[in-house]
């Protein structure tokens, strides 16, 4: 992409996303989440399972991990593992730049942070947009989608970081 369809891009999503009104925000048939980028999916998870949207921290590298953790960072004087999000669904490493983000995520015996491609923030969905997810959860994503929105023509995934948090694969980075 140029930099005038990029930029073009950002009007086009940003003209997509209507904030609402606040009694609109807790309507019924209105789902609401963080909107970020992995390859190329576009994927939603509930704020309940974002703890925190962190800068890409300073990573020490851990020997003998799993390819797709990035190493460990420190957090506020927590130790944790940062975990390559595409690399452990796709099998291909993001490209790390200046503007990374981090998603940190609870889960049980500690938080981990996951790396995402790009940050498109707060989202609003309704029921009317929901529709079927099977072409967004194939593969390994199959595990972590079980809905999706339409969007104007650009499809939504709901992803389960609960779900992914809880995946033994997932909970063993340095085995």
Same mark, same amino acid.
């Given at each position: 992409?140029?930099?005038?369809?990029?930029?073009?891009? #950002?009007?086009?999503?940003?003209?997509?996303?209507?904030?609402?009104?606040?009694?609109?925000?807790?309507?019924?048939?209105?789902?609401?989440?963080?909107? #970020?980028?992995?390859?190329?999916?576009?994927? *939603?998870?509930?704020?309940?399972?974002?703890?925190?949207?962190?800068?890409?921290?300073?990573?020490?590298?851990?020997?003998? *991990?799993?390819?797709?953790?990035?190493?460990?960072?420190?957090?506020?004087?927590?130790?944790?593992?940062?975990?390559?999000?595409?690399?452990?669904?796709?099998?291909?490493?993001?490209?790390?730049?200046?503007?990374?983000?981090?998603?940190?995520?609870?889960?049980?015996?500690?938080?981990? *942070?996951?790396?995402?491609?790009?940050?498109?923030?707060?989202?609003?969905?309704?029921?009317?947009?929901?529709?079927?997810?099977?072409?967004?959860?194939?593969?390994?994503?199959?595990?972590?989608?079980?809905?999706? #929105?339409?969007?104007?023509?650009?499809?939504?995934?709901?992803?389960?970081?609960?779900?992914?948090?809880?995946?033994?694969?997932?909970?063993?980075? *340095?085995?």
């Amino acid at each position: 992409m140029d930099p005038f369809e990029i930029l073009a891009s #950002y009007e086009q999503r940003s003209l997509a996303h209507i904030a609402g009104l606040p009694e609109q925000l807790d309507a019924p048939g209105l789902w609401r989440g963080v909107g #970020y980028r992995v390859g190329r999916r576009s994927l *939603a998870s509930g704020f309940d399972e974002v703890v925190e949207i962190l800068p890409m921290p300073q990573l020490t590298p851990v020997p003998g *991990a799993q390819p797709w953790m990035l190493g460990v960072a420190n957090i506020r004087g927590n130790l944790l593992p940062v975990v390559d999000l595409r690399m452990f669904l796709e099998g291909e490493r993001t490209v790390l730049h200046e503007g990374q983000r981090v998603l940190l995520v609870r889960q049980p015996g500690g938080d981990v *942070a996951v790396t995402i491609d790009e940050l498109y923030g707060q989202r609003s969905f309704l029921v009317e947009q929901e529709t079927d997810a099977a072409g967004l959860a194939d593969g390994r994503y199959a595990n972590f989608i079980d809905r999706a #929105y339409d969007v104007g023509g650009h499809a939504w995934a709901v992803f389960s970081l609960d779900r992914l948090s809880r995946t033994p694969e997932f909970r063993h980075a *340095a085995a």
